[in-house]
């Protein structure tokens, strides 16, 4: 299941203006302005649910997935992400097998404790 609820992210960006003497003074002097890329946004996903996500160009479509897959930190609202005992063991045994047959390598971040040892040889720490 996913869970989002009441998330936001904003962005400070340098305003840019058009002309060499503004360009000329933007780099002694800035100026920033707020982008909120998202506000409040809110959603539930169930266990095996599809579900398309869609909406214009800057909508916060890449906001929202890099906030879900931890990339990013939202400014407010604790988005879950989580898989049932179930769905966690078949992840855990396709990953295992992707790596046997095809040898690929796999680095995996987790805080999950029980998957770092069911899954890896060893640990990095940093």
């Given at each position: 299941m996913i869970t989002m609820c009441g998330i936001s992210k904003a962005f400070r960006?340098?305003?840019?203006?058009?002309?060499?003497v503004k360009a000329v003074k933007a780099l002694f002097s800035r100026e920033y302005e707020t982008i909120h890329a998202?506000?409040?946004v809110s959603f539930t996903i169930g266990d095996g649910e599809m579900v398309g996500y869609i909406g214009p160009n800057g909508a916060g479509k890449s906001t929202t997935l890099k906030i879900m897959c931890g990339v990013l930190a939202p400014d407010s609202g604790e988005p879950t992400i989580g898989l049932d005992a179930v769905s966690k063991i078949a992840v855990r045994q396709f990953i295992k097998k992707l790596n046997a047959e095809r040898g690929t390598t796999v680095i995996l971040t987790t805080h999950d404790m029980q998957d770092i040892e069911a899954l890896t040889g060893r640990v990095l720490l940093i």
């Amino acid at each position: 299941m996913i869970t989002m609820c009441g998330i936001s992210k904003a962005f400070r960006v340098a305003k840019r203006e058009a002309g060499f003497v503004k360009a000329v003074k933007a780099l002694f002097s800035r100026e920033y302005e707020t982008i909120h890329a998202l506000r409040g946004v809110s959603f539930t996903i169930g266990d095996g649910e599809m579900v398309g996500y869609i909406g214009p160009n800057g909508a916060g479509k890449s906001t929202t997935l890099k906030i879900m897959c931890g990339v990013l930190a939202p400014d407010s609202g604790e988005p879950t992400i989580g898989l049932d005992a179930v769905s966690k063991i078949a992840v855990r045994q396709f990953i295992k097998k992707l790596n046997a047959e095809r040898g690929t390598t796999v680095i995996l971040t987790t805080h999950d404790m029980q998957d770092i040892e069911a899954l890896t040889g060893r640990v990095l720490l940093i």
